[in-house]
């Protein structure tokens, strides 16, 4: 057998010139040395922000018989066949690396109490963007080729930082509010944005209906439960957790009793000149707005309700329900005239219905401030009452624009100061009902005819084509949107279990995990390499540089 024969067989050395031995490589077996060593590249890669190889090529300069150049050029094409060959696992660690790197160092940073004083300055007067910016600038010139290329790739890098970090899917604060409220957002109603109108639109579909809709008719449903907690908040109470719409309103309507009867137990007011003057103050901005009829009638029901329901001018607790109850009838009826005089009117009465637990207060200082929190509560529970019993709701599931309307209406009622609240934004669950409106409100409008359209054209056609693949996609589509597949999709929290040494904690899900790969420095740095033997010619001849 020939020489050259036997240079071919596994294992086999070769002698060079000057009495070197090396050892055959082959392409039939698995290398672990060369395997660790492409690990530990992409993870100095990473978090050296590219330049791990220009540091290894200069030590191989500095120790071994090689010149920089020599050792730079070995060391990326070692680079890049460990790349070639296990590309998700050197880019992932590449760009996982870069992705834990800054939080590292801050978190070293954060030791030293100058050092975080000047970490935390920077981070202020940066945004994630320009962050993102800086970050695939500076990658991208430690993935320049050479040091002419620098220039294409420090530009090229910064552009695709920002474009990622502009582009990558975000939890707003408004939905991370929603969920610390116990509300279970799908994927798209956390993301928002194209994310969120892409799954709405999906769910409008009959099929997206049965797949998608359940899990967001969930939030809806949770988010009408939340509303009665949010309108419970002032008196420190909840309803059950898990408790639907109606349960969540039996619940609160039992709270709000008991809260009641204990304000107003044992409590026994002198109908004196003092009480007149405080109904007196409380209706004063409404009189001068009425005509005599309505004049006339403000005092008489004042008569027929309060002051002739306290025998011996004395006014009970079972007597001060009764005239907030019988006042916040005569309300909602003269409320609803379209006469300008009885709606005042209505106005006026709500107005004494409102402010009676202020009254008591009065007198009653040790139940003040059980009085003032019941009398909160209750008032923010009138627009959750009132969504809640709409047209069109059923069981108690209504959704944000429907509350927003029912704050509007009720703030409306209370005149000038409701429509000021309204206008600053402090209405009465108003905030709440308007962050819900951004999160998990309509985008998409409605549209039968298309849905149904899109709907035989892709399912249907698709069944015709490949059922078995069509059926498993759908399958695999519910599969995502039940609990476990929302909580890989999109991370959720760590469950309240005694055993668990992370309880209560978050965890990130596929979402996430792109979303952070998309603002990586590590990402733009890497495709800023991979376009800049494009870029560079088109760069050179817009600057004259090219060869003549």
């Known amino acids: 057998m020939s020489q050259s024969d036997l240079s071919n067989l596994p294992g086999a050395v070769l002698v060079k010139p000057g009495g070197v031995v090396k050892k055959q490589e082959t392409d039939n077996g698995w290398d672990a040395v060369s395997f660790a060593t492409g690990l530990a590249r992409s993870i100095g890669q990473g978090v050296t922000f590219g330049f791990a190889d220009e540091a290894e090529a200069y030590a191989r300069s500095v120790l071994g018989d090689e010149t920089y150049a020599e050792a730079k050029k070995a060391t990326n094409a070692e680079l890049s ?23 590292g160092v801050l978190k070293l940073a954060t030791k030293v109490p100058s050092l975080a004083r000047a970490a935390q300055t920077g981070l202020q007067a940066t945004t994630p963007v320009t962050r993102a ?11 320049a080729e050479e040091l002419k290329d620098v220039p294409v790739s420090v530009g090229l890098g910064a552009t695709l930082g920002g474009a990622g970090a502009k582009m990558a899917p975000v939890i707003s604060e408004g939905a991370k509010d929603l969920i610390r409220r116990g509300i279970p957002l799908s994927v798209g109603q956390k993301l928002g944005g194209t994310v969120g109108v892409f799954e709405e639109g999906l769910s409008r579909l009959p099929i997206g209906a049965e797949v998608i809709g359940p899990t967001r008719l ?6 009408a439960t939340s509303a009665y907690n949010e309108a419970l908040a002032p008196l420190g109470k909840k309803v059950a957790g898990g408790a639907d719409p109606r349960q969540a309103a039996t619940q609160a309507q039992k709270i709000f009793s008991d809260s009641y009867e204990k304000a107003l137990k044992d409590v026994e007011i002198d109908v004196g000149a003092g009480f007149v003057d405080d109904i007196q103050n409380v209706v004063a901005p409404y009189v001068q707005a009425l005509d005599k009829q ?10 027929d309700e309060i002051f002739n329901r306290a025998p011996g001018d004395k006014l009970t607790g079972e007597s001060i329900a009764a005239i907030q109850r019988r006042f916040g009838e005569l309300a909602q009826t003269y409320m609803k005239s379209p006469d300008a005089y009885q709606s005042t009117l209505g106005r006026a009465i709500r107005a004494v219905d409102a402010e009676m637990m202020d009254i008591v207060g009065k007198y009653y200082p040790a139940k003040a401030d059980l009085l003032r929190k019941t009398n909160e509560a209750y008032s923010m529970y009138y627009p959750v009452r009132a969504a809640a019993t709409g047209a069109g709701v059923r069981e108690n599931i209504f959704t944000p624009a429907k509350l927003l309307s029912s704050v509007q209406r009720e703030e409306r009622k209370a005149g000038a100061a409701g429509l000021n609240r309204l206008e600053r934004g402090e209405g009465k669950l108003q905030k709440f009902a308007e962050q819900a409106q951004e999160v998990i409100g309509a ?10 359209f899109l709907t035989l054209g892709g399912v249907g056609g698709g069944a015709a084509i490949d059922p078995v693949m069509t059926g ?11 609990r ?50 494009m870029v560079s010619p088109s760069v050179s001849g817009l600057l004259g540089m090219g060869s003549r």
Do not use: H
Request: charged share 15%; no cysteine; aromatic share 8%.
């Open 294 to 303: 309505g004049r006339d009638k403000l005092e008489q029901f004042i008569i």
């Open 472 to 482: 498993l996609g759908l399958a695999v589509g519910k599969g995502l949107y039940t």
């Open 218 to 223: 969930k939030a809806m449903e949770q988010f």
């Open 443 to 452: 985008k998409v409008p409605e549209s039968a005819p298309l849905r149904t």
């Open 484 to 533: 476990l597949g929302q909580a890989v999709l999109g991370g959720g929290t760590i469950p309240n279990a005694r055993y668990l040494p992370f309880r209560g904690k978050d965890f990130p899900g596929i979402a996430q995990a792109v979303a952070a790969s998309m603002r990586s420095p590590a990402t733009a740095g890497l495709l800023a390499a991979e376009a800049e033997p």
């Open 81 to 103: 066949k460990f790349r070639g060959e296990n590309p998700f696992i050197s880019f992932g660690l590449e760009i996982g690396a870069a992705i834990l790197t800054p939080g």
């Open 133 to 143: 910016v800086g970050g695939g600038g500076l990658y991208g010139a430690g993935t």
